[in-house]
């Protein structure tokens, strides 16, 4: 069975400070994908990484920077100088990568809740 | 700019009756999605469909609730006899034939309020 977990149930910074939201996941797939979203208030799902299990490097993407250990199953997610634009709640999710039917199946953690103060 | 398309945004049933959500996806993609979302939780998937096919629906639950993508028009999930616990955000997603990356593009949901 599949798995996601993300601990922390709400996050309340100040503008300009650093953030990381964790991510912890099962799976007994040698090949899958994580994925990050991005839900604002208004409501609908962003899409911000995909990464694939063979793929440990970690990415930056402006102020977004993504941490991924195969050894702690791990894919963290790291908002530097936070903006209250930032705001929203943050999902991660797992896939299963032997395609077919699986492939638009996503598990999807519980959400962390991001709030930036100004 | 022809993305995931889901109407009605908001709903509104009492209990007993039935509601029914539709879903376009982005053109050309033949593959999609629903999920619901409880209040305070993640998405959970429900039923993933191919023209007038349905591949997946172990998220389903056994009674009530049913979807469809007919060859043409949008895809319907549809709720018989809502109740209470029904109240949650449907999304719906579409994804390419050959989409294997498993990027979904997800439509901005349909909040379904049942009194």
């Known amino acids: 069975a599949q798995k996601v977990t993300q601990a922390q149930t709400e996050i309340s910074v100040v503008e300009k400070e650093d953030v990381t939201l964790d991510c912890v996941y099962e799976t007994r797939d040698t090949t899958y994908y994580l994925f990050w979203y991005k839900q604002p208030p208004s409501g609908e799902l962003v899409f911000l990484i995909r990464r694939n299990s063979f793929d440990e490097q970690n990415e930056i993407s402006g102020r977004y920077s993504w941490n991924f250990q195969k050894s702690t199953s791990s894919f963290n997610f790291t908002i530097t100088a936070s903006q209250v634009v930032d705001s929203a709640v943050y999902f991660c999710?797992?896939?299963?990568?032997?395609?077919?039917?699986?492939?638009?199946?996503?598990?999807f953690g519980q959400g962390t809740i991001l709030t930036v103060h100004p | 700019n022809a993305g995931v398309m889901q109407n009605p945004r908001h709903l509104v049933r009492r209990r007993g009756q039935e509601a029914r959500l539709r879903c376009s996806p982005v053109?050309?993609?033949?593959?999609v999605y629903w999920y619901r979302q409880l209040p305070e939780e993640g998405l959970k998937f429900m039923v993933y469909?191919?023209?007038?096919?349905?591949?997946?629906e172990s998220g389903m639950p056994k009674e009530r609730f049913s979807a469809e993508f007919p060859k043409e028009g949008p895809s319907i999930l549809r709720i018989q006899q809502v109740v209470r616990g029904d109240s949650a955000a449907y999304f719906c997603?579409?994804?390419?034939?050959?989409?294997?990356?498993?990027?979904?593009?997800f439509g901005e949901g349909s909040r379904l309020t049942v009194l």
């Open positions: 053109k050309g993609h033949s593959h």
């Open positions: 469909l191919q023209k007038e096919n349905i591949i997946d």
């Open positions: 999710a797992l896939r299963r990568g032997a395609g077919g039917t699986s492939y638009g199946k996503l598990t």
């Open positions: 997603a579409s994804s390419p034939p050959n989409g294997n990356t498993g990027e979904l593009f």
